[in-house]
């Protein structure tokens, strides 16, 4: 994962790049880009950018069709041991307005500072992650979205115990979207909802709820961004917040790579994180060629 290090001051220096090639006539740009995004074809959405962390499921007012693949790795330097996350998901819109998600977290530990490998937490799939979103606001006037989702997690047993039981708990998660666009190219995006944790063995029922706040600003003309989020935890009289500044590049018409960085506020037992999301959305290209002809 170290190569992280060496990926962000590459990508923003071609972000650069591109961002100074396409300074001539932003405001015509953005206003062609917009409106190819938004009324290609129907039903209308609006154009927002997404945050890479906690990213949401299909775009805010999808439409039937889209269909999309993440692939996310990310290392987490905690005190005594390094996390390593992995994450595959497919996200698709059955029918327009509506995002469905699969997803499978995993997490894997290696120790520090001499850190017994028997002290370490067991490498496991974390869950088995099913979402769904549904935008029930458009609005092109005020070019703003709102969403109603849920989120259920089952989660797993480790590699160590895997199948004693397989399925140890469940995480119920609703939560609510508000976006919106200012002018052409500044973003804004609230995430929030509580996360309600059952374990089975245990019967033990704990509650804690996120608050996750995001602002960007996309390129003229492009799908490239730069921005910042704001996750944030309320629970057992604790409060916690995570600093996520991060960038996107299209590398291609239908793949894009995000690069976030994780800065805690308060280091209890976590340190700084680093987190690569690569999205690839097929038929993308497809779409727009047809558009173009």
């Known amino acids: 994962m170290n190569i992280i290090k060496y990926w962000v001051p590459g990508l923003l220096c071609l972000l650069s790049i ?38 949401l499921i299909r775009d805010l007012g999808a439409r039937k069709g889209e269909k999309e693949w993440n692939i996310g790795l990310g290392l987490t330097d905690n005190l005594n041991f390094d996390s390593y996350e992995a994450l595959v998901e497919y996200e698709w819109a059955p029918v327009d307005r509506l995002g469905l998600e699969v ?20 490498n496991r799939l974390n869950s088995l992650k099913l979402a769904a979103q549904w935008t ?8 703003t979205s709102m969403a109603l989702g849920y989120i259920n997690e089952f989660e ?34 609230v995430y929030t909802g509580p996360m309600i944790e059952q374990m089975y063995e245990s019967k033990a029922v704990t509650t804690h709820y996120d608050i996750n706040t995001s602002f960007h600003y996309m390129i003229s003309g492009t799908r490239n961004f730069i921005g910042i989020e704001f996750n944030k935890t309320l629970g057992h009289a604790d409060f916690d917040m995570t600093i996520r500044p991060q960038m996107r590049l299209g590398l291609a018409e239908d793949l894009l790579v995000g690069i976030v960085a994780g800065i805690p506020v308060q280091r209890e037992n976590q340190r700084f994180s680093s987190f690569v999301r690569l999205i690839w959305e097929p038929g993308h290209r497809t779409k727009n060629k047809k558009r173009h002809h």
């Open 18 to 55: 591109r961002t100074a090639i396409g300074q001539t006539n932003d405001a015509q740009k953005d206003s062609i880009y917009i409106a190819e995004v938004q009324d290609s074809r129907k039903p209308y959405k609006v154009l927002h950018a997404e945050p890479l962390y906690i990213d």
């Open 103 to 122: 997803e499978l977290p995993f997490t894997f530990y290696t120790p520090l500072n001499g850190t017994s490998r028997e002290l370490l937490p067991s």
């Open 136 to 143: 029930f606001l458009v609005s092109e006037k005020r070019a």
């Open 156 to 189: 797993l047993s480790d590699f160590r115990n895997f199948g004693e039981p397989l399925v140890k708990g469940n995480i119920y998660n609703p939560f609510l979207v508000v976006a919106k666009r200012w002018g052409n190219n500044f973003h804004s995006l």
